[in-house]
């Protein structure tokens, strides 16, 4: 059996191995034996008795190898090499033990002489295996300590660490600087690096605002004393520009001052630095007057190239929009009307029509129209000076009515122009010039390129929706008659109605739901406002304008937004029966919850009861009795009302209960006769009372009910507190009295339909209410 295959025949093999190699007792010396059985330099000894055990292993060895090699050259297994290796290292150590032992016996040997031919022989046959003990001693002199401290070495290889932890011991030893270490170094090697830091820390004391002013002044003064000289290269650093704004914010007059006179002459170069830029912009902001006035020197004639720069425009737009005069903004606007206009600047030029009436009108469009295009292209329509030119250009070129160009403009410019403002609407719709240059785009868009538009503002329509003059363009949209309902629930609706709570919150954002409830409605959108949506437009061929021709009247439109309003209807009433009682404290909202109620297509059963049970809740008055419906109440009072009472809650139950039979009905189910007859403690509460008198429907018993209670039929002293009501002169009771007393008359029944079987049952009400309206 091969060596190494047999965990008994390894366990054999080992035991035979120590003993021969001298491990145990009396096997040491044949273990030395055996190993020196073979020398170096091919010479053979005979092996004696007890070397039979290296013999074996010879056999074992050659025999494993053998059948590795029939197995196609497989690895030794694990045992077979722990096995050879244990094989080498005893005959190292018996080579060792063998030439020790014959060096110890050399000087006998040598010393030893027989004068016999044998002992001659023997001493010759000695001398030669000396000499060749000698020589192996000598060839394994240096390899003897190695042998002696082998099993050392092998421990010391076994925890040896591989190649990828010293790797890592190697990087754990170099540690690169950390982040904060780099940077320390970084701002070391800049230029300036003791003076940044000195303004710097200045700048953090400077900065917060608790600091006291004699410790500002010490500070301010200390920044410009370290940065004198320097002030401009420090204005476009992104750190020490900071400290610069600092003392411009919280300076002297005299430190601005010192500023301005080092750096008025780099103001053009500030305007173009990416940091440089506002440290101009607070020169602006906190300078003198003077300052100002020649800030705008620097810029005049310039314009249209400081406005096209990503940096500079921002400086061109403070400037005109913030800080200058009717003038000032004027001369700025000549300069994109050509360069004649921008040498020779005019007084009576201010807008691009004064600019028309001059001897070339077609060169000054020509000119505009120019900047224009190159302003579209760099997406700086942001800006309210390029809003304003390109709302007066639109005026001029596409005026209202019009199906195409019109005067001294080019076609493929204004077209070219349309197209980049289609991609571009949502940075204009934050301004009210860019609100009417986005309508003026709209109105002249092809259905297919208003769709592209549409998609191109995904994610912001509900975000203008809530703005002070974005909502003006959203309700544009519902205008657009070549929109299918379903169009305009895909592309508008559904994304309005996932934040539909941000909506009704905000005032312009329920603007634009009523205008889904009932468009077009004078109660809620006022003449100024519709002008801008559907402005008058200019009498063209036939007598009819574009405009006109492609508008639909106020019901088609209505079936049309009804239509698309349809489709998530149910999300719209399932939000307004949950905050039912939230919305009905505030005027703006309470008056949307009507227009839901009233025109909202879909299930309503949830909000009428939710608004039933907010109306039999206890009433307890809350201001003088006499109070009239003035609607000057504030939110805060109206928190603390009852919803008749509240004057947005009486007017909404006004206008709702006539249209609302199931409304009456459950106001009949829920509410109590302690709930009819306390209404009557204010002048609101009997005009709802009487509305819902009149209001009752012919299935309904709420009228007989309310007849029966104020008349006295009921008891408790109901018929005082009308009584009550009267005598405070309510206009609401004294109406109320005359209706009941109008049905209460002889021959005519509290309810008409009544049947004949109940006469008797019903004269002694009739009696007493007689005598109740006489008294009256």
Not at 545 to 554: P, Q, R
Not at 617 to 639: A, R, Y
Request: aromatic share 4%.
């Amino acid at each position: 059996m091969p060596l190494g295959r047999k965990p008994s025949a390894f366990r054999k093999t080992v035991s035979d191995l120590k003993s021969a190699a001298g491990f145990g007792g009396s096997g040491a010396n044949e273990g030395a034996a055996a190993a020196a059985a073979v020398r170096p330099g091919g010479r053979k000894r005979k092996l004696s008795e007890p070397s039979a055990a290296t013999a074996e292993l010879q056999m074992d060895n050659k025999n494993s190898a053998a059948v590795d090699k029939k197995a196609g050259g497989r690895q030794m297994p694990r045992m077979g090499r722990s096995l050879a290796n244990l094989a080498s290292t005893i005959k190292k150590r018996g080579a060792v033990a063998i030439a020790g032992d014959r060096k110890r016996k050399r000087p006998r040997a040598a010393a030893s002489s027989s004068g016999s031919e044998d002992g001659d022989d023997d001493d010759a046959e000695n001398g030669d295996e000396a000499a060749e003990d000698d020589e192996f001693e000598n060839s394994n002199l240096n390899d003897s300590t190695i042998f002696e401290d082998l099993n050392e070495s092998d421990k010391k290889k076994l925890k040896k660490p591989n190649k990828q932890q010293q790797q890592q011991k190697q990087q754990q030893e170099k540690q690169p600087p950390t982040k904060k270490e780099r940077r320390a170094l970084k701002k070391k090697q800049k230029k300036n690096a003791d003076l940044v830091s000195e303004l710097l820390t200045a700048w953090e004391e400077l900065r917060i605002e608790a600091t006291p002013a004699n410790r500002v002044a010490e500070l301010c003064e200390s920044v410009l004393k370290i940065g004198r000289g320097k002030l401009a290269e420090l204005a476009a650093a992104h750190d020490t520009g900071r400290v610069l704004e600092a003392v411009l914010k919280r300076g002297s007059d005299q430190q601005r001052w010192l500023i301005f006179e080092e750096l008025k002459d780099q103001l053009v170069a500030l305007a173009k630095s990416k940091y440089g830029r506002f440290v101009a912009q607070k020169l602006l902001k906190y300078g003198a007057k003077e300052q100002r006035a020649y800030v705008f020197r620097a810029i005049e004639g310039r314009t249209p190239e400081l406005l096209k720069h990503r940096f500079a425009s921002e400086l061109v737009e403070t400037a005109y929009n913030e800080f200058a005069n009717a003038a000032q903004r004027a001369a700025i606007l000549q300069e994109f009307f050509g360069p004649e206009l921008a040498l020779f600047k005019s007084t009576s030029i201010v807008r691009l029509k004064d600019a028309l009436a001059t001897k070339r009108p077609g060169l000054v469009m020509q000119h505009l129209q120019q900047h224009l295009l190159a302003l579209t292209q760099k997406d700086l329509i942001r800006h309210s000076l390029v809003q304003h030119l390109l709302l007066e250009y639109l005026e001029e070129a596409v005026p209202a009515g019009a199906s195409g160009c019109q005067g001294n403009a080019d076609a493929s410019a204004v077209a070219s122009l349309m197209e980049n403002l289609r991609e571009n609407l949502v940075p204009m719709l934050h301004t009210r010039e860019g609100v009417k240059v986005a309508l003026l785009v709209v109105r002249h868009l092809s259905h297919k390129d208003l769709k592209r538009a549409l998609k191109s503002m995904k994610t912001f329509l509900c975000t203008s929706a809530c703005n002070e003059h974005g909502y003006l363009f959203v309700l544009s949209l519902a205008e657009r008659h070549w929109l299918t309902p379903e169009e305009l629930h895909k592309l508008v609706l559904r994304e309005l109605f996932d934040s539909l709570q941000e909506l009704i919150d905000s005032q312009f954002g329920r603007k634009v739901l009523l205008y889904l409830l009932s468009p077009r409605d004078p109660l809620h959108f006022s003449p100024q406002l519709m002008s801008l949506i559907l402005p008058p437009a200019a009498a063209g061929a036939g007598g009819k304008s574009a405009v006109e021709e492609n508008s639909v009247t106020t019901e088609q439109l209505r079936e049309r937004l009804h239509r698309a309003l349809s489709l998530c209807s149910s999300r719209l009433l399932s939000h307004v029966s949950g905050r039912m009682a939230e919305l009905c404290q505030a005027n703006g909202t309470i008056l949307f919850v009507q227009d839901t109620l009233r025109h909202c297509l879909g299930e309503k059963s949830a909000c009428y009861a939710a608004l039933a049970d907010l109306i039999r809740q206890p009433f307890v008055p809350c201001q003088n009795p006499t109070s009239q419906s003035s609607g000057d109440e504030s939110d805060q009072q109206q928190q603390q009302q009852h919803i008749i009472e509240c004057s947005a809650g009486h007017l909404m139950l006004k206008r709702l209960l006539p249209s609302a039979p199931d409304l009456v009905r459950l106001i009949n189910d829920f509410v109590t006769d302690e709930n009819i007859v306390s209404w009557l403690a204010c002048n609101r509460g009997c005009f709802f009372l009487l509305q819902l008198y009149e209001s009752c429907p012919e299935d309904c018993s709420l009228r007989d009910r309310v007849a029966t209670l104020l008349l006295g039929g009921g008891g408790g002293g109901f018929a005082t507190a009308l009584q009550s009501a009267l005598k405070r002169q309510y206009r609401g009771a004294q109406l109320l009295s005359e209706r009941i007393k109008a049905k209460t008359e002889p021959g005519s029944s509290l309810v008409g339909d009544r049947s004949a079987g109940d006469a008797e049952s019903q004269q002694p009400v009739n009696k007493k209410a007689r005598r109740l309206s006489k008294k009256l």
